[in-house]
């Protein structure tokens, strides 16, 4: 059910009062809108407008909850988490009975008659693009969170994770930017290394302080208890690698921040050493941005994130299962893995000694597409490509090779094999 029509009459006598009318929002539902039409006017006997017909409109949903109100200023309204109509307020829809405020303001004649017309887009998995790495005025950034959501905005990006140094007050006071999700997040900085703290606004109880190993691990792991998602920022940055000698503490690792450079490419060796051991650990990919006038430019690089919605929960939780790749832009090179109903991320089980992997591959303008398993890499094609589950997992980067080292402008997450 994609589309529910309402004819309604407003009888004279209801004019000037206000009722509702009832109708059934069905399950999966990314964002409706209500249209409505009637007779703006009433003919006199000459055939010129005599008397006017003012009908307003406004919503409430399945909890009961107001949800906005546009009176007799617009045709149409929409309700959805992000790019809904001003006036009424951005939220999940939820399944249920849903009502329609009717304002009958003014009825010219004995009644009118009033078309309403719901239509209800169905939620889909689409690609998020969002920088996972930027920091504010609240540290050493030059812009405060909002202008930073504008020029996310403005290049394209679904969503941001503003990651100030060892700050998090910022978190409290995010601003709401209508198509561009905030992750609160913040980068604890160590001089034995950087990591991000993802999805909660005060990953810490109390300070950040921590000197020993042991220390690092039970700050981490209150973090954790607290929702926060742990990931290792720039593992191979000469300038302050992660040194604290533990594969195990985090829970993900960027490989690619700022500028695609040595550092960047030492991360994904890293990652794939940790994969060959069996850990199943996500990559994301950050910026790391400042401030303008700087080799470093937002959205370079962007995480691009499978998910059917766009709130910071959603993209959290398919960011942790890995439900994502990374690339240069929101421009770069798209990739994706898929086997059956298995994507990046997913864990095939029970499966016979080989599987057949389709491999997508979309503005792939230069250099290779490589296929890297715990047996190896090998340069493929985009479309079928057989591996043996033995090989333990399977991830596909899209390779440059400059200045006798190679780099990568695109990679995702694996697709592993048990």
Same mark, same amino acid.
């Given at each position: 059910?994609?589309?529910?029509?309402?004819?309604?009459?407003?009888?004279?006598?209801?004019?000037?009062?206000?009722?509702?009318? &009832?109708?059934?929002?069905?399950?999966?539902?990314?964002? $409706?809108?209500?249209?409505? +039409?009637?007779?703006?006017?009433?003919?006199? =006997?000459?055939? +010129?407008?005599?008397?006017?017909?003012?009908?307003? $409109?406004?919503?409430?949903?399945?909890?009961?909850?107001?949800?906005?109100?546009?009176?007799?200023?617009?045709?149409?309204?929409?309700?959805?988490?992000?790019?809904?109509?001003?006036?009424?307020?951005?939220?999940?829809?939820?399944?249920?009975?849903?009502?329609?405020?009717?304002?009958?303001?003014?009825?010219?004649?004995?009644?009118?008659?009033?078309?309403? /017309?719901?239509?209800? #887009?169905?939620?889909?998995?689409? $690609? !998020?693009?969002?920088? $996972?790495?930027?920091?504010?005025?609240?540290?050493?950034?030059?812009?405060?969170?909002?202008?930073?959501?504008?020029?996310?905005? #403005?290049?394209?990006?679904?969503? %941001?994770?503003?990651?100030?140094?060892?700050?998090?007050?910022?978190?409290?006071?995010?601003?709401?930017?209508?198509?561009?999700?905030?992750?609160?997040?913040?980068?604890?900085?160590?001089?034995?290394?950087?990591?991000?703290?993802?999805? %909660?606004?005060?990953?810490?109880?109390?300070?950040?302080?921590?000197?020993?190993?042991?220390?690092? +691990?039970?700050?981490?792991?209150?973090?954790?208890?607290?929702?926060?998602?742990?990931?290792?920022?720039?593992? #191979?940055?000469?300038?302050? &690698? !992660?040194?604290?000698?533990?594969?195990?503490?985090?829970?993900? =690792?960027?490989?690619?921040?700022?500028?695609?450079?040595?550092?960047?490419?030492?991360?994904?060796?890293?990652?794939?050493?940790?994969?060959?051991?069996?850990?199943?650990?996500?990559?994301?990919?950050?910026?790391?941005?400042?401030?303008?006038?700087? &080799?470093?430019?937002?959205?370079?690089? %962007?995480?691009?994130?499978?998910?059917?919605?766009?709130?910071?929960?959603?993209?959290?939780?398919?960011?942790?299962?890995?439900?994502?790749?990374?690339?240069?832009?929101?421009?770069?090179?798209?990739?994706?893995?898929?086997?059956?109903?298995?994507?990046?991320?997913?864990?095939?089980?029970?499966?016979?000694?080989?599987?057949? =992997?389709?491999?997508?591959?979309?503005?792939?303008?230069?250099?290779?597409?490589?296929?890297?398993?715990?047996?190896?890499?090998?340069?493929?094609?985009?479309?079928?490509?057989?591996?043996?589950?033995?090989?333990?997992?399977?991830?596909?980067?899209?390779?440059?090779?400059?200045?006798?080292?190679?780099?990568?402008?695109?990679? /995702?997450?694996?697709?592993?094999?048990?």
């Amino acid at each position: 059910m994609n589309e529910i029509i309402i004819k309604h009459r407003i009888e004279k006598q209801n004019e000037g009062k206000y009722y509702t009318i &009832p109708f059934e929002v069905p399950e999966r539902v990314e964002s $409706l809108t209500v249209r409505y +039409q009637y007779d703006k006017r009433s003919q006199g =006997l000459t055939g +010129q407008s005599k008397k006017a017909n003012i009908v307003d $409109l406004g919503l409430i949903n399945s909890d009961g909850h107001f949800v906005g109100w546009s009176g007799s200023s617009r045709e149409s309204v929409t309700v959805a988490q992000a790019n809904g109509t001003q006036g009424y307020f951005a939220q999940k829809i939820k399944s249920g009975t849903w009502q329609i405020i009717v304002g009958a303001y003014k009825v010219a004649g004995d009644y009118t008659d009033v078309v309403y /017309t719901i239509t209800f #887009k169905e939620k889909q998995k689409r $690609l !998020y693009y969002g920088d $996972l790495h930027i920091h504010t005025l609240a540290s050493d950034g030059e812009f405060s969170a909002y202008e930073i959501g504008l020029r996310a905005k #403005k290049i394209g990006l679904d969503f %941001v994770a503003t990651a100030d140094h060892n700050n998090f007050s910022e978190n409290f006071s995010l601003p709401k930017i209508d198509g561009v999700t905030f992750i609160p997040a913040v980068e604890w900085t160590h001089y034995k290394g950087h990591m991000n703290l993802f999805g %909660v606004k005060a990953p810490f109880e109390n300070s950040f302080v921590a000197n020993t190993k042991k220390e690092m +691990q039970s700050l981490l792991q209150q973090a954790k208890e607290l929702g926060a998602t742990v990931s290792v920022n720039h593992p #191979k940055c000469p300038v302050c &690698p !992660y040194l604290w000698g533990d594969d195990e503490a985090f829970d993900m =690792l960027e490989i690619w921040n700022g500028p695609m450079r040595n550092a960047n490419a030492d991360a994904l060796q890293y990652w794939t050493q940790l994969l060959k051991k069996g850990r199943k650990i996500p990559i994301v990919g950050g910026s790391d941005y400042h401030r303008r006038f700087f &080799p470093v430019r937002m959205g370079n690089p %962007v995480t691009a994130v499978l998910s059917e919605e766009g709130d910071c929960d959603s993209l959290m939780k398919n960011i942790r299962q890995g439900h994502s790749f990374i690339t240069s832009s929101v421009h770069g090179v798209k990739l994706m893995i898929r086997c059956g109903e298995a994507m990046i991320g997913d864990t095939l089980s029970n499966t016979s000694d080989h599987v057949s =992997l389709e491999i997508e591959a979309e503005n792939l303008r230069h250099g290779d597409l490589v296929l890297v398993t715990a047996k190896g890499e090998r340069t493929i094609q985009p479309g079928s490509i057989s591996v043996n589950t033995d090989e333990k997992f399977a991830y596909v980067k899209a390779a440059v090779k400059a200045f006798g080292r190679e780099y990568f402008s695109a990679v /995702t997450n694996p697709i592993y094999f048990e």
